[in-house]
């Protein structure tokens, strides 16, 4: 018997060949696996039935392992896979959430964005323990969320995070009426990612090929898109060390990436660029020649600050050592992305899951030998920026051989396949982001699924925290930049 | 220290000089335009908000995304880089063909003697992300740095509600931010302002049927500015805010 598919990212998937097993023998078989989670989500299978879809990413072979089961209407627990495989722990809280099953004694199956105020938070007794609650409202302009520390004088020992403040109830909303205004609009700080995600699933329902210079597109505006986040965090990082100057000369680089994508699609952000059936903007070569010159001069400044910073033993000692996570819980917790990489875990899905581009355009994957703390994220940054600003260069090259292609696919017809599932993840900035999408034999859309790489690296951040002095958080926290629109949907 | 000097002197200045009449690149989507005569019929249901309508044709500024959508099918309308878009009456946010730029900056922004008085020299805000995308509050953020340094106008973001003269919120109000908002608004001393910044949340935005959303803040407290855009570019803000103080 079949237990498992092995899928494709981006590739149709006919929903009656996926495997339907038994709960108790998929919990084995995930164990046995020994697999990341990407997909654990359920879905209404009528008569009060539910069907519940697990995902497991084979980062090595660029595979992708599909399977369910089915939950009748009087089922309402199953043994937690969160035992076995910690990993799963935020995924099984989510789906417990949204469909009422419960995974029996999950270590802490609490709220992920609904019912704050029933929130169970962790406890600590002793004469000198003390809780600080934070949020949701922050003193920067971020946001919203809680933070509850339960710290003994300055140390703290555990951080508890909740969120759900920032729920639009966007997976409900892609069903009714999806754009990629919308897509956009989930995750604003990873506008391209998200976008290029939800379009590429699209695409695939509708059976679009898109142009090659608009795939290129796609993937420059996706590492100007990393560039101008990391620089920026660069220049956070170094406002919570009090490095002024890092903050100001970061801050104006940044201006400089974010207003070369404008010239490139009329936002700075990258909003309206990309769409379904290629993209909506062709930048011109005068566009491109200005791109090129200004990255050049981005690259020089961003070197600079960063050597400077890194030969100061002030700087230094701050980010050192402040905010670790080990690579055996990173690992553990199932973290993903620039987070991951930092520990020494090498998730990249740009290099795990490559589209031809990769081998093309002669791109790599370069690995540091990071130790998880504030320094390893701030240097991964730097590394990753010179790497994307290559990237976007050799990219702007090669669309001058493609300068007759059309950007957007013609004809572009509305009808859905019916019967699929499609997967698609896409890089972001800050990792994977994973768009999901189900149609049933009418070809109309029933269920959509986003997964942010936050969704899984917030606990992370709860793990960084941990025996650091309470004053250090603001800098941890900007470290991991995690988003919480993205994690609460 | 000497890098850092080095590294100071090399930067230069980059600050905007004069923000008020700052250029504004020609490809960024702003003010719309509309070129009478057009065939207008292409746009209809391309708005992915419902910000266009065309009858009678208008655009209202305050549910426009300004995605472009609608001036990539039609000849019609135009999204020039017109980025003054602020206004502090919702019905002036919605353009019809008979107002153009020029008009609409002299009378988009009610100027208050009470405002100027009060706050003329210096204004501060809480910001208030209630269900924002983090768009707009990057943009806001950018508001401070060294190329735009709203804070030189005496225009800052600060870090409590008591130290504040008024609140800026994004987001279209999810339900669960709902109470956190009206009780920083309520911390914010009296007189007080209330600023809305971004399409999200002058009217919900791409999320106006979502059903997490809850919106009575905005019924029960008065607005004194609607700032449009998906995101707030900084100068349409600190403009904004300029000429809500001005005299």
């Known amino acids: 018997m079949v237990k498992w598919i092995k899928v494709k990212n981006n590739t149709r998937i006919d929903i009656n060949k996926i495997p339907?097993?038994?709960?108790?023998?998929?919990?084995?078989?995930?164990?046995?696996?020994?697999?990341?989670?990407?997909?654990?989500?359920?879905?209404?299978?009528?008569?009060?039935?539910?069907?519940?879809?697990?995902?497991?990413?084979?980062?090595?072979?660029?595979?992708?392992?599909?399977?369910?089961?089915?939950?009748?209407?009087?089922?309402?627990?199953?043994?937690?896979?969160?035992?076995?495989?910690?990993?799963?722990?935020?995924?099984?809280?989510?789906?417990?959430?949204?469909?009422?099953?419960?995974?029996?004694?999950?270590p802490w199956l609490k709220p992920v964005r609904v019912n704050q105020d029933k929130y169970p938070f962790f406890e600590m007794e002793g004469e000198e323990v003390h809780q600080v609650a934070v949020g949701p409202i922050h003193a920067g302009v971020i946001e919203p969320g809680h933070f509850r520390f339960m710290c003994n004088g300055e140390t703290v020992y555990h951080l508890e995070i909740m969120l759900g403040y920032q729920h639009r109830g966007v997976e409900d909303m892609m069903l009714k009426n999806p754009s990629n205004q919308l897509a956009e609009s989930i995750c604003g700080?990873?506008?391209?990612?998200?976008?290029?995600?939800?379009?590429?699933?699209?695409?695939?329902?509708?059976?679009?090929?898109?142009?090659?210079?608009?795939?290129?597109?796609?993937?420059?505006?996706?590492?100007?898109?990393?560039?101008?986040?990391?620089?920026?965090?660069?220049?956070?990082?170094?406002?919570?060390?009090?490095?002024?100057?890092?903050?100001?000369?970061?801050?104006?680089?940044?201006?400089?990436?974010?207003?070369?994508?404008?010239?490139?699609?009329?936002?700075?952000?990258?909003?309206?660029?990309?769409?379904?059936?290629?993209v909506n903007y062709d930048p011109s070569e005068e566009v491109i020649d200005r791109a090129v010159e200004t990255l050049n001069k981005v690259r020089t400044?961003?070197?600079?600050?960063?050597?400077?910073?890194?030969?100061?033993?002030?700087?230094?000692?701050?980010?050192?050592?402040?905010?670790?996570?080990?690579?055996?819980?990173?690992?553990?917790?199932?973290?993903?992305?620039?987070?991951?990489?930092?520990?020494?875990?090498?998730?990249?899905?740009?290099?795990?899951?490559?589209?031809?581009?990769?081998?093309?355009?002669?791109?790599?994957?370069?690995?540091?030998?990071?130790?998880?703390?504030?320094?390893?994220?701030?240097?991964?940054?730097?590394?990753?920026?010179?790497?994307?600003?290559?990237?976007?260069k050799k990219i702007l090259a090669k669309l001058k051989e493609y300068k007759n292609e059309p950007i957007i696919a013609e004809g572009v017809n509305?009808?859905?396949?019916?019967d699929s599932m499609v997967i698609s993840i896409v890089e972001g900035w800050r990792g994977e982001v994973v768009h999901i999408a189900m149609t049933d034999l009418h070809g109309k859309m029933t269920r959509y699924k986003i997964k942010d790489p936050s969704f899984n690296n917030w606990y992370g951040l709860g793990l960084a925290v941990r025996n650091n002095g309470i004053s250090d958080f603001p800098l941890c926290n900007k470290s991991f930049n995690l988003s919480y629109c993205g994690n609460d949907l | 220290m000497f890098d850092t000097l080095k590294s100071r002197i090399y930067q230069g200045s980059q600050f905007i000089k004069d923000i008020e009449n700052a250029p504004m690149r020609e490809q960024f989507r702003g003010f719309p335009k509309f070129n009478a005569g057009e065939d207008f019929s292409a746009c209809k249901d391309v708005c992915p908000t419902g910000a266009l309508s065309l009858e009678p044709l208008s655009i209202d500024m305050g549910k426009c995304t300004f995605c472009g959508a609608c001036e990539r099918v039609c000849k019609g309308i135009e999204l020039t880089?017109?980025?003054?878009?602020?206004?502090?009456?919702?019905?002036?946010?919605?353009?019809?063909?008979?107002?153009?730029?020029?008009?609409y900056l002299k009378s988009a922004v009610e100027v208050r003697e009470e405002i100027h008085k009060i706050f003329g020299r210096s204004i501060k805000f809480r910001q208030v992300s209630a269900?924002?995308?983090?768009?707009?509050?990057?943009?806001?953020?950018?508001?401070?740095?060294?190329?735009?340094?709203?804070?030189?106008?005496?225009?800052?973001?600060?870090?409590?509600?008591?130290?504040a003269d008024g609140i800026v919120i994004t987001g279209p109000i999810t339900e669960n931010m709902a109470y956190a908002l009206e009780d920083c608004y309520k911390s914010v001393p009296d007189p007080k302002v209330v600023?809305?910044?971004?399409?999200c949340a002058i009217s919900g935005g791409v999320f106006q049927e979502s059903e997490k959303l809850n919106r009575e803040f905005l019924e029960k407290y008065p607005i004194d500015l609607y700032i449009p855009g998906c995101p707030t570019h900084p100068l349409t803000f600190i403009n904004a805010v300029l000429s809500f103080i001005k005299k």
């Open chain 1, 20 to 106: 339907i097993i038994e709960i108790s023998d998929m919990r084995s078989e995930v164990k046995a696996f020994n697999l990341r989670p990407i997909g654990f989500f359920g879905k209404e299978w009528g008569f009060g039935c539910v069907r519940l879809f697990v995902i497991l990413a084979d980062d090595a072979n660029a595979d992708l392992y599909l399977s369910s089961s089915v939950f009748g209407n009087d089922v309402k627990s199953y043994e937690s896979f969160t035992q076995e495989v910690p990993a799963f722990h935020i995924f099984e809280r989510e789906f417990y959430e949204q469909f009422g099953i419960e995974p029996l004694h999950h």
């Open chain 1, 189 to 278: 700080d990873s506008v391209i990612a998200y976008n290029t995600a939800y379009s590429q699933v699209m695409e695939t329902l509708k059976a679009i090929n898109i142009s090659r210079k608009a795939q290129l597109i796609r993937k420059m505006a996706l590492e100007m898109e990393r560039i101008a986040v990391h620089i920026g965090d660069l220049g956070a990082i170094s406002g919570d060390i009090a490095y002024l100057m890092g903050a100001s000369v970061f801050g104006a680089t940044r201006t400089l990436v974010i207003n070369t994508t404008l010239e490139m699609c009329g936002s700075r952000l990258g909003r309206g660029f990309v769409t379904v059936g290629g």
């Open chain 1, 301 to 392: 400044d961003v070197d600079r600050m960063v050597k400077t910073m890194l030969k100061n033993s002030t700087v230094m000692s701050r980010l050192e050592k402040t905010g670790t996570v080990s690579l055996e819980k990173a690992k553990d917790i199932g973290l993903v992305g620039m987070a991951a990489r930092t520990c020494g875990v090498d998730l990249d899905s740009r290099f795990d899951f490559p589209d031809k581009w990769v081998e093309e355009l002669g791109f790599t994957r370069k690995t540091m030998n990071l130790k998880g703390d504030v320094n390893a994220r701030f240097k991964l940054r730097y590394k990753e920026i010179k790497e994307s600003i290559s990237m976007v």
């Open chain 1, 414 to 418: 509305n009808k859905l396949t019916p």
């Open chain 2, 81 to 103: 880089n017109g980025y003054k878009l602020a206004s502090s009456s919702r019905e002036k946010l919605v353009i019809t063909p008979e107002v153009d730029y020029e008009n």
């Open chain 2, 131 to 163: 269900g924002g995308c983090n768009g707009c509050e990057m943009e806001l953020n950018a508001c401070s740095n060294v190329n735009f340094d709203m804070g030189r106008y005496g225009i800052e973001f600060v870090a409590s509600p008591r130290h």
């Open chain 2, 195 to 199: 600023v809305l910044c971004g399409a």
